[in-house]
């Protein structure tokens, strides 16, 4: 029996949860199902799945050989679309989180030019503040912005993200405009409460170095939009990303200060599982990202 047809067997019958259900994908018997299963167990010399009439349980074996078995059939499927007429083609779902603010300026708008140039694709998008496990919640690319913590993940920088220290023209008029960054425990700052961003503090090139502002505040929020609305309210300063103030900087809303401390840039990233052999929707979502956010233009619209 071919080993190739056994896994896929494998596969389709987690997919739809009983051997029924995948033998009418497939146009052949529970049986034939069945013996595909029983054959691979035998081969293996493993146990994958457990059977009753009511449900299909995979064993902590079946659970690993499902996830190897995925990765090896995707690969064979992109070895194949990568060579065949037409060039390149993808199919399947892809799953793809993003940080909810920067996901909906940034992310959410192009997927459908990215579903559009590929039609055999679909795609999930989780928006969300925290740190999604991508390996264990089964995601397949993130994207995320500022500092990466150090991980088994594999990333890509995608373009730099530069942060600002802004304030409502009505706000420095109360209370002033700060010269340094050491002026900033007198002021009212908007912080971010959430776990994923800002962890370190804000950032500022300080003597020659790097340094990190750990500020108490009055007003905190885990939703940086929050945060963003409050400052141009004049409620205190903020420590926000380019994309998400230079409108509101070049109207008039809000206005930069400390630029003569602004730290390096950090980046915006690609994240994905370790894996050897990305799949071709994946590197294709990458790259799509990439030919939009490497354009300087495109930040400025």
């Known amino acids: 029996m071919d080993k190739l047809k056994q896994m896929e067997s494998f596969v389709l019958v987690t997919a739809k949860g009983s051997l029924t259900a995948a033998a009418q994908v497939e146009g052949v018997a529970p049986a034939v199902m069945g013996r595909r299963l029983d054959a691979l167990e035998a081969r293996l010399g ?3 799945m457990l059977r009753t009439t009511r449900r299909l349980t995979l064993t902590p074996e079946g659970q ?3 996830e190897d078995c995925q990765r090896l059939i995707t690969a ?7 060579v065949s007429a037409g060039g ?7 799953r793809v989180t993003a940080p909810a603010g920067f996901g909906r300026r940034h992310v959410a708008p192009l997927v459908p030019g990215f579903l559009a140039e590929h039609a055999e694709l679909s795609l999930s998008l989780n928006l969300s503040d925290r740190v999604v496990d991508i390996v264990h919640e089964g995601f397949d690319c993130a994207v995320r912005v500022g500092d990466l913590p150090d991980s088994s993940l594999v990333s890509t920088r995608l373009a730099d993200n530069r942060r600002l220290c802004v304030g409502a023209p009505g706000y420095l008029k109360r209370a002033g405009t700060p010269k340094h960054p050491d002026e900033l425990a007198r002021h009212a700052c908007l912080t971010l409460s959430s776990e994923a961003s800002q962890t370190r ?3 500022f090139q300080i003597d020659g170095a790097v340094q990190h502002l750990r500020l108490s505040a009055r007003l905190d929020c885990s939703d940086g939009q929050v945060l963003h609305d409050w400052c141009v309210a004049g409620l205190g300063l903020a420590w926000r990303s380019t994309w998400e103030v230079e409108a509101d900087i070049a109207a008039g809303r809000l206005i930069s200060v400390l630029d003569g401390f602004a730290a390096a840039p950090n980046g915006i990233y690609a994240v994905f599982p370790q894996s050897r052999h990305l799949p071709l929707r994946v590197r294709l ?3 799509h990202l990439r030919g939009h956010y490497g354009r300087a233009d495109y930040w400025r619209g």
């Open 46 to 48: 493993v146990k994958l």
């Open 64 to 66: 690993a050989f499902l």
């Open 285 to 287: 979502w990458v790259e």
């Open 76 to 82: 064979l499927a992109d070895a194949e679309a990568a």
């Open 88 to 94: 390149l083609k993808a199919s399947g779902h892809l």
């Open 201 to 203: 503090g804000w950032a």
